[in-house]
């Protein structure tokens, strides 16, 4: 009907019936609500009536008629729908259509109500409008809405005419998308009429879409305004050399901000989790197909001979070296590493964990990691889930802190530290000043450490306090830390059982942005004193609240203001020489008190969502808990959300740009002891100390007669630390020429991780791997027999050191330097490429390379990896891909983890080139160096929604048993490959054998499923219990109320039939017609 000009004919029709000199009812009525649904469907329709004058002769109408409700009702419903065009609307508001609507809204009543709910659809409708919304800021409509609403929500107590206070409050949402309209509203008292209005609606459902609109318009109008710090620029300066020295950091004034903008667009995050538009896809075949040339003077890969000696040394050569890397004995590893102490019980003692260690590997060799495919390694309880409604103490019950019920197991701890005369603040965080005049300290610090170790006898596998202490000596940070964190020294045993994801409490994040609006609205009841600053000096209060630090490694927390009692605003440190990236946070907390619930507000967040709502919580070790025997980050806090707040960047950073957004991190946390010592991080921490103590512990522990491990030195970093490369294949069988050219034809594999400093996930992925891969697993055997892997654990020392979140310490993202990085500027991916592009060059380019990430929006683990044809495909490429040879062996890795791995799903992975990731380790290791099994393997902060892990968050088990089954990933990917050795066939099908079905089963499977399609586009996330607004924008009102004038009309009609038109009971209003 409409295409064949229904409308116009409709239009016209009423044109000509009203401008009769006695205009019929009888016919303009059902013209009218014919007009309105046909109107509804047609989306020219306020065109044609403007321009067939139907808009004017209906306002007249509408005038004429104010007494008589019946066709008033008719001419509001027909404007409305012409309305639905911009420029109608703003047409109508020019003749005058909003004072109009004025004197037909009442104040409450129980009579009209259907006239009532029609006028303020239209005059929302009309406020979309920005002329109109002017308009009705000059006229002082604000205060006559706000007015309204008071009246109708006092009267209405039944609750019987929520639409209309609805639509009345979406008026005046509209005119507080406009500056002038956020002033008109603050200067009405509008904030504290609506929270008082809503304050005592929250918990009750029937008012929902009433809350959810105050709240949208609460926070669009909460005064912006920049973040409390002095400069956006983070705390601590490093000056890269050859640069001249940056302009100090400005500081911020009020005049920098102004608050300007009636739009603000959320900020995508630049990074590998964000799915961008299909246009990012690289189209350009000859970008996708041709090889580039390297990157450098050939001559200058011959430095990384030295690297892969491997390659070239005969193993006499080795192994009479002097300053061997290699070791002979166990105890070697002692007088290495031993701070130089006489009298040292830990010598004894250190050689009695090594044989522990020694004992515990042999114990978990029993059971080989094939018999934990796909089942899980952790004993995965899935009746600890616990239903909603939890206390803060049950929770931190269930979540492994103490407070054991039964209380018979833990010793007091007060008497316990007293008795000792221990000072926990001094234990927590202990000093590593060596040489320096307070030697005397540091040594009061093994002291310490020593006796604690003494009194608390549990060990850590692979761990070791003193070696950590002597680690952390030689590590640089550009503040310069001094103290280390008590649980980075101490070690961390994963708890015993993984933890369930946290249900999301209905209405939470209503009630955080209610608690944040009332210190607006309140501001006298607000303490808002600085407690913790590293750019200002604060008052160190004798008042009990908390004491914050974060100057340690991987520390980050820049500033803390107290807000309320048990409330704490928290600013984490912008990226060194950044001004954004805070995401990651990590710092300790002293002086708690228990049984308190404390809210943490982390108020300066970049990215615009978060798996904290979705059932993550972030992780905290208490140290008396440590020293009560459980020394465990634990996931904890209850009340998370996450959402976008009232800050913004100052215009004077921004620079033109559009500003940054903020979001706020909340967390309740109520803490297991009080005057105890805890930590809180994003996600559980993994220092570099803690790396480069694995990796020499790792040495020590390996057989060297039968594994070749070797540690060196890639390069160093422009903070000065030295970027790790380790090499870890079987010894040749013995020095025959046979043997040792077996040795030298193993393929190569390639693992890197840690680009991005906050993804610690990445580095307890790696954990996995490494251990996996020195084990005496019979799979790690065979690995080792058959491949030769060059492994970078922390491609980015300095950012992990310094507490960013994903730069270097030049402020770039070091996985955006892969195409022509720097060896001056961006040593470890200068060298990291370097060293690939020496395999390559000498034929020994690696079967697969895969780069560890962590993922902060999606759950499991999951691969990118590269292809022209998906690309092309997804793309819609004109470019016929069918002449594009490709095969699909990228797909195998992939396929074959998603068979043995418990987290991994193969439904997230993706295979697309996208331009913005050109310059990433993954697409430039495949283009360049033509590595076609590229990856990126990705690992949630949060958990798994699938698999045997589903419905629970990661512990460290589950993220470094990924690492080991990536291992077993790659044999298996061997055994299916066409060039397969005879041999590892046997031997693999010997093992398997010997392992029944499991692994066989799987193997099958694997083989049997052919290729399938593109993978599925799943949604990341299950329906959260509550919409979760992340922009105050962001509204459910565009579509809905289209439909729902087609029923107020459907409904108009049933009702007329009963005769009582006029006069609606309370309820009537909200029920749907049969
Ligand atoms: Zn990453």
């Not at 054991?404 to 008497?415: F, K």
């Not at 209405?507 to 600085?530: A, H, L, M, T």
């Not at 039968?706 to 890639?714: G, I, P």
């Not at 022509?820 to 961006?826: I, T, V």
Request: net charge negative; charged share 25%; hydrophobic share 35%.
């Amino acid at each position: 009907m409409i295409s064949k000009g229904g409308s116009e004919a409709l239009l016209q029709t009423l044109v000509d019936t009203a401008r009769t000199a006695a205009p019929d009812y009888d016919i303009l009525l059902p013209l009218f609500r014919l007009l309105a649904k046909v109107g509804l469907r047609d989306k020219k329709f306020g065109q044609k009536a403007l321009e067939l004058e139907a808009l004017d002769v209906t306002l007249i109408l509408t005038r004429k008629n104010l007494s008589h409700s019946q066709n008033l009702l008719h001419c509001l419903w027909a404007l409305r729908v012409f309305a639905s065009s911009v420029t109608t609307g703003a047409m109508l508001g020019i003749n005058g259509a909003m004072e109009l609507l004025f004197k037909v809204i009442t104040p409450y009543t129980q009579k009209h109500t259907r006239v009532i709910r029609a006028a303020t659809d239209l005059l929302a409708a009309l406020l979309k409008s920005k002329s109109n919304s002017r308009r009705a800021v000059n006229r002082g409509y604000v205060t006559s809405l706000l007015r309204l609403h008071q009246d109708w929500h006092q009267h209405d107590t039944a609750g019987a005419y929520v639409p209309i206070r609805r639509v009345l409050l979406l008026c005046l949402k509209h005119i507080a998308a406009l500056r002038s309209g956020r002033e008109a509203f603050l200067a009405a008292q509008g904030m504290e009429i609506l929270f008082s209005t809503t304050q005592k609606c929250l918990d009750d459902k029937s008012l929902g879409p009433i809350v959810s609109v105050v709240l949208q318009i609460l926070r669009q109008c909460y005064p912006k305004c920049p973040l409390p710090l002095v400069t956006a620029s983070s705390a601590y300066v490093f000056p890269v050399p050859g640069t001249t020295t940056s302009e100090p950091p400005r500081v911020l004034t009020e005049e920098d901000f102004e608050d300007d903008g009636d739009e603000e667009e959320d900020k995508d995050a630049d990074s590998e989790d964000v799915k961008e538009e299909d246009d990012d896809l690289e189209t350009d075949v000859n970008k996708l197909s041709s090889r580039p040339a390297l990157d450098r003077p050939e001559e200058e890969l011959l430095q990384y001979e030295a690297m892969c000696l491997e390659l070239s040394c005969s193993f006499e050569e080795l192994e009479s070296k002097p300053g061997d890397d290699l070791n002979s004995g166990g105890t070697q590893y002692a007088n290495h590493h031993h701070i130089p102490t006489e009298a040292s019980p830990k010598q004894h003692c250190s050689n009695k964990d090594q044989n522990s260690w020694e004992q515990e590997r042999e114990d978990t060799v029993q059971t080989s990691l094939l018999s934990m495919v796909k089942k899980g390694r952790s004993p995965v309880q899935r009746a600890s889930k616990k239903g909603p409604g939890m206390r803060p103490c049950q929770n931190a019950q269930c979540s492994g802190l103490g407070m054991d019920s039964s209380g018979s197991e833990i010793p007091d701890i007060q008497a316990f530290l007293k008795e000792d005369a221990w000072d926990i603040d001094m234990i927590s965080c202990p000093a590593m000043n060596a040489s320096f005049p307070s030697f005397t300290k540091s040594r009061e610090t093994v002291e310490v450490i020593d006796k604690l170790l003494q009194t608390h006898p549990r060990h850590i596998p692979f761990h070791d306090p003193y070696l950590y202490l002597a680690k952390a000596r030689r590590t640089k940070s550009v503040a310069d830390f001094k103290m280390m964190a008590f649980p980075d020294l101490w070690g961390h045993c994963p708890p015993p059982s993984p933890q369930p994801l946290l249900e999301r409490k209905c209405g939470i994040q209503r009630i955080k942005i209610f608690e944040d609006v009332q210190r607006f609205i309140q501001p006298s009841d607000v303490i808002n004193q600085v407690v913790f600053s590293l750019d200002e000096p604060w008052q160190d209060t004798a008042s009990n609240c908390l004491r914050f630090s974060s100057k340690f490694e991987s520390g980050n927390l820049r500033k803390a203001i107290q807000v309320r009692e048990f409330e704490y605003d928290l600013l984490v440190n912008a990226d060194v020489n950044s001004t954004q990236h805070q995401q990651w946070f990590y710092f300790r907390v002293s002086r708690t008190r228990a049984a308190v619930p404390y809210r943490f507000n982390i108020i300066n967040c970049e990215k615009p969502n978060s798996q904290f709502n979705y059932g993550m919580q972030p992780t905290l070790y208490s140290v008396k808990e440590a020293l009560l025997g459980r020394p465990s980050w634990v996931r904890t806090g209850y009340e998370i959300c996450y959402y976008k707040n009232h800050y913004r960047q100052s215009a004077a950073v921004a620079g033109g740009a559009p500003r940054t957004c903020y979001y706020t991190l909340t967390f309740a946390v109520t803490f297991p002891h009080s005057e105890d010592v805890c930590y809180l991080a994003y996600h559980y921490p993994y220092t570099y100390t803690t790396l480069m103590t694995h990796l020499d512990i790792l040495e020590k522990s390996v057989n060297p007669k039968q594994v070749y491990f070797r540690q060196e030195v890639l390069c160093q970093t422009l903070g000065g630390n030295s970027c790790p490369l380790v090499t870890i294949t079987a010894m040749p069988e013995s020095d025959s020429t046979d043997h040792l050219e077996q040795f030298r034809q193993r393929p190569y594999q390639m693992i890197t991780a840690r680009v991005h400093p906050g993804e610690s996930n990445a580095s307890w992925v790696m954990k996995g791997t490494l251990e996996f891969l020195v084990s005496s697993d019979p799979v790690a055997r065979l690995l080792r027999e058959n491949f030769i892997f060059k492994i970078i654990p922390m491609l980015n020392p300095d950012g992990v050191i310094n507490g960013n979140h994903r730069c270097s310490l030049r402020g770039e993202d070091l996985n955006r330097q892969w195409l022509s990085p720097g060896a001056p500027l961006q040593p470890t991916i200068y060298h990291a490429k370097g060293l690939l592009s020496y395999l390559s060059s000498t034929g020994h380019s690696p079967v697969v390379f895969c780069d560890f990430h962590g993922h902060s929006q999606k759950k499991n683990v999951f691969l990118y990896g590269c292809s022209i044809k998906e690309t092309l495909w997804q793309a819609q490429s004109s470019v016929g891909s069918s002449a594009i040879l490709e095969d699909v062996s990228y797909r195998t890795l992939p396929k074959i983890l998603d068979k043995l791995a418990p987290a991994f799903t193969m439904s997230s992975c993706s295979f697309l080139v996208e331009k913005s990731r050109a310059s990433t380790a993954r697409v430039v290791v495949w283009r360049e160096l033509g590595v076609s099994r590229s990856y990126t393997m990705e690992s949630s902060y949060c958990g798994c929604n699938q698999g045997p892990y589903q419905g629970l968050q990661f512990g460290t088990r589950e993220l470094e048993e990924m690492g080991a089954m990536f291992c077993l990933g790659l044999l298996i990917l061997e055994l299916k490959s066409v060039t397969c050795s005879r041999q590892l066939l046997s031997r693999a099908v010997a093992l398997l054998n010997a392992e029944e079905d499991t692994l066989d089963l799987h193997l099958q499977r694997c083989s049997s499923s052919s290729s399938s399609g593109v993978p599925s586009e799943l949604d990341d996330e299950p329906p959260c219990m509550e919409e979760i607004e992340y922009s105050p924008d962001s509204s459910s009102d565009q579509e809905g109320s289209f439909s729902e004038l087609d029923r107020q009309i459907q409904e108009w009609a049933f009702h007329k039939d009963e005769g009582q038109e006029d006069e609606e009971g309370p309820g009537q209003g909200r029920k749907a017609t049969p």
